[in-house]
């Protein structure tokens, strides 16, 4: 449906409604608070809004799914914002052994993953979209999240008034004061089993930081490896009376299953290399030191080249392009020196 735009000129804050100026002229249209998203601020006068036109049961044309132009965040919306932020920072040090592990970091984490989970699902209510199974919500809860859903719950005014919800929540928030009661007043039994899980999150930690190590210097030494049988550059190239100059903004892609390496343009690398085959309609292919194969187009060679190369001559050659197609690997040459 077609969205119309518009000026808010008069709003009742405290009934919630108010009415928009369209652009195009016509009457005001009546705009209620409830047709605004859950996450943006309460309207103001002079707000411009995108609005579509609906028809009430009256007969009388009223604003419906608005929403104020620009960056119009309510204040929770914010807050979880930049908790979300700090968190991550927060993270980022555990990860780098600067700040230890807490409990309550996993409250924290779950609390942020409920606010969405409320959000998306306040979204879709109004909407009229598939909305978030019950039993997910209270399962995001007894995880550790039920502090972001009771915040969830009064800014949102969402699953607050429904009594068999509140019921379960509650249950769960009891669960947990008494969790964390017992656990506050038998610390010595439960020290052996914090220090057990700060060893085991380090032991994570650290292991994390190996393997990431170790496929960081795998994909390095791949790249090496290509890079002796592939380069682009700007450097000319200048075979016989011929010379190529690669474009300067070139760079490869190899795609190897579902990862791609990318490599930014370098300078060319001149390499040995002994003749295969001659092929009169293609080229020479040129077995190079490193035990691959690559070709050297006619396009880049004189006319008669086959006349001038014998199989088991010695040459030196630029590789200038690599590609992979269907796992196999064809890389161009261009010649350097006879």
């Not at 103001?44 to 036109?53: A, I, P, R, S």
Request: charged fraction near 30%; hydrophobic fraction near 35%; glycine fraction near 6%.
């Amino acid at each position: 449906m077609k969205r119309e735009k518009g000026r808010l000129v008069r709003w009742n804050d405290e009934k919630g409604y108010g009415f928009i100026r369209p652009r195009n002229g016509e009457e005001d249209i009546f705009l209620h608070v409830k047709s605004l998203p859950h996450d943006q601020r309460r309207p103001k006068t002079n707000d411009v809004l995108t609005y579509e036109v609906g028809v009430d049961e009256k007969q009388q044309h009223y604003a419906r799914s608005a929403k104020i132009e620009g960056i119009a965040w309510s204040y929770f919306t914010i807050f979880w914002v930049s908790i979300t932020l700090l968190f991550g920072i927060y993270v980022y040090f555990v990860f780098q052994q600067k700040l230890p592990f807490h409990p309550l970091a996993i409250y924290a984490a779950m609390s942020l993953l409920t606010i969405r989970a409320y959000s998306r699902d306040k979204r879709a209510a109004r909407l009229g979209k598939r909305r978030t199974p019950e039993n997910r919500l209270h399962a995001f809860e007894m995880l550790g999240g039920w502090p972001g859903a009771l915040l969830a719950q009064l800014c949102y005014r969402h699953k607050s008034r429904k009594r068999k919800y509140q019921i379960v929540f509650w249950m769960i928030v009891v669960c947990h004061g008494v969790l964390w009661y017992h656990f506050l007043t038998h610390q010595d039994m439960y020290r052996a089993y914090q220090q057990a899980v700060t060893e085991n999150v380090r032991s994570f930690v650290n292991q994390a930081k190996k393997e990431i190590l170790s496929l960081s210097e795998k994909i390095n030494s791949e790249d090496m490896f290509t890079s002796e049988d592939h380069t682009e550059t700007t450097e000319q190239v200048k075979t016989g009376h011929r010379s190529i100059t690669p474009d300067k903004q070139m760079v490869r892609q190899v795609k190897k299953g579902r990862r791609s390496i990318i490599t930014p343009d370098r300078q060319l690398r001149i390499v040995e290399g002994v003749v295969k085959e001659i092929r009169p309609q293609e080229g020479i292919v040129v077995s190079l030191q490193s035990g691959s194969k690559g070709i050297i187009d006619k396009s880049t060679l004189v006319n008669d080249f086959f006349t001038r190369f014998n199989p088991g001559e010695h040459i030196r050659v630029a590789i200038h392009t690599i590609r992979m197609k269907e796992n196999k690997k064809r890389i161009e040459l261009v010649l350097v020196e006879k």
